[in-house]
């Protein structure tokens, strides 16, 4: 029997640079896209995947993460008093079953594949996902809900996968295996970050990812890469070979939240799904024409 995706790691730790001053005092993942903030996507959609266990790696000044996932006393009994049953419905809406989320601290910001090795006790010798917030993904059908139905039938290790121009291979995690196959893609190699010239094709990492275990060993062990930082794709690309790996394309619009204008256009997408402000939404961008 295959074991199942139980738990889900959220690397959260980041400073968030790109968007200060905003991200002085909070978190980046903190960032609402219409009404919620980037860490709550993330988190809803590991639930629908069927993830139960939360595992967050966050840093120094996150604590406003962690409040996220909890009551807000006074302002829960502030609205019970009122009756203003709705917006306690949302105030509760956040909230995991206890024991569901764990939290721990990355103390030095020594990169992604470190900051997923701080988690490896609390995910233990399980298959695990791991989801960037930053990167939001728009379709019916949850990418990691994609994943995992994916998964049941190939197992091993997956990325999600999509094509990038190729001036931008600099960016990401990409991809050596054949662009053709289907929308599971073996995997031949991994590499982190290379020039365009360099690239062994176009098709980039996007921030989900489903691992075996085993990949802590070889985060324990892996030296600094690209930017002089641990990098998780490095890791993986030790498992090519030993264990299953797919890239997985997904269906669904990717946003990336990481950038201004990327998280400018989620905002612009997502409010447009939502019926109460589709309308005045579209009216006002075509005073922007
Ligand atoms: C990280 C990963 C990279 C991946 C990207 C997706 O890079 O290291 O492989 O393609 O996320 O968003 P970062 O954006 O943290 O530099």
Redesign the pocket.
């Known amino acids: 029997m295959r074991r199942e995706i139980k738990t889900a790691v959220f690397p959260v730790g980041?400073m968030g640079t790109r968007f200060l001053p905003a991200t002085k005092a909070i978190p980046k993942e903190m960032l609402p896209v219409v009404d919620k903030p980037l860490i709550q996507y993330a988190v809803e959609e590991a639930k629908a995947a069927g993830v139960e266990n939360f595992v967050f790696v966050t840093g120094r000044y996150k604590s406003a993460l962690e409040d996220h996932f909890d009551h807000a006393f006074e302002l829960e009994r502030g609205l019970e008093e009122r009756q203003k049953h709705h917006q306690l419905d949302l105030a509760h809406s956040t909230l995991l079953k206890p024991g569901q989320a764990a939290f721990t601290r990355q103390q030095m910001a020594l990169?992604?594949?470190h900051a997923v090795l701080c988690a490896r006790h609390l995910v233990g010798d399980e298959p695990f996902a791991v989801i960037?917030p930053?990167?939001m993904i728009l379709d019916d059908v949850l990418c990691l809900v994609q994943m995992v139905r994916a998964y049941s039938e190939v197992g091993g290790n997956m990325v999600a996968v999509a094509e990038v121009p190729g001036e931008h291979t600099d960016?990401?995690?990409?991809l050596d295996g054949d662009p053709r196959a289907g929308a599971l893609i073996p995997v031949r190699g991994?590499v982190?970050?290379p020039r365009p010239e360099e690239a062994p094709s176009r098709l980039?990492?996007?921030?989900r990812y489903i691992l075996q275990p085993q990949v802590f060993e070889h985060l324990a062990r892996q030296e600094p890469g690209?930017?002089g930082?641990i990098?998780?794709?490095d890791a993986m690309a030790k498992l090519i070979g030993r264990q299953p790996f797919h890239g997985f394309r997904f269906s669904g619009r990717r946003f990336?939240c990481?950038d201004k204008a990327g998280y400018l256009e989620a905002n612009i997408a997502y409010a447009l799904e939502c019926e109460a402000m589709r309308e005045p939404v579209r009216a006002f961008l075509k005073r922007y024409r």
């Open positions: 980041g990169g992604l594949g960037l930053d990167d960016r990401y995690g990409i991994l982190e970050k980039a990492l996007i921030g690209a930017g930082e990098q998780l794709t990336d990481g």
